[in-house]
T-cell receptor, first 111, second 112 residues
Framework: EDQVTQSPEALRLQEGESSSLNCSYT??????LFWYRQDPGKGPEFLFT???AGEEKEKERLKATLTKKESFLHITAPKPEDSATYLC????????????FGKGTHLIIQP | DVKVTQSSRYLVKRTGEKVFLECVQD?????MFWYRQDPGLGLRLIYF???????EKGDIPEGYSVSREKKERFSLILESASTNQTSMYLC???????????FGPGTRLTVT
């Protein structure tokens, strides 16, 4: 069974304080790993797709990396508007195209 | 930009009612998905479709059915709503099997 575990569950940072969110996964053949941002009461917003170990993607203050067992979402010098829940999801090679999601990391950036 | 729309943001139904949730995407995507999101459980896949009139069960299909008569539209049907189906329902679409999924704003369904 595919599993995705995100840590920490919640993280409170000061504005400008860099940190990393972790996503550990167990899948039978990874087709893709996805990061999403979700604001309260809204649908998830796509951020990154990573397909193979060693791959990195960047967007503004966010950088996603991938190894064979986990992915990190690095947040550099965050701003209050980066506050959101960050979701990690995997798509396995077993057949179904649906995503298996972690429970998310709730990030709060204090001014 | 991809746009996925859902017919209602909020919906209140009574136990035993038949409920239809509609989803429309405007990017000619092949795949469409229905998830539900619950506190402490995260997002879970209910059903998906990779072509018109095709459907596949996800992880939690019990109590639900789906319909895809046109490429751009994917409906989730609760045949007889129950209180344990109170949840946030999210529709998504993607172009190819291993590509990113784009989500709609969600429908918060309450069954009383």
């Amino acid at each position: 069974e595919d599993q995705v575990t995100q840590s920490p569950e919640a993280l409170r940072l000061q504005e400008g304080e860099s940190s990393s969110l972790n996503c550990s996964y167990t899948v039978s053949g990874l087709r893709g790993l996805f990061w999403y941002r979700q604001d309260p009461g809204k649908g998830p917003e796509f951020l990154f797709t990573l397909y193979s170990a060693g791959e990195e993607k960047e967007k503004e203050r966010l950088k996603a990396t991938l190894t064979k067992k986990e992915s990190f979402l690095h947040i550099t010098a965050p701003k209050p508007e980066d506050s959101a829940t960050y979701l990690c999801a995997v798509q396995a090679g077993g057949g179904a195209d649906g995503l298996t999601f972690g429970k998310g990391t709730h990030l709060i950036i204090q001014p | 930009d991809v746009k996925v729309t859902q017919s209602s943001r909020y919906l209140v139904k009574r136990t035993g009612e038949k409920v239809f949730l509609e989803c429309v995407q405007d990017m000619d995507h092949e795949n469409m998905f229905w998830y539900r999101q619950d506190p402490g459980l995260g997002l879970r896949l209910i059903y998906f479709s990779y072509d018109v009139k095709m459907k596949e069960k996800g992880d939690i299909p019990e109590g639900y059915s789906v319909s895809r008569e046109k490429k751009e539209r994917f409906s989730l049907i609760l045949e007889s709503a129950s209180t344990n189906q109170t949840s946030m329902y999210l529709c998504a679409s993607s172009l190819l099997g291993a590509s990113e999924q784009y989500f709609g704003p969600g429908t918060r369904l309450t069954v009383t």
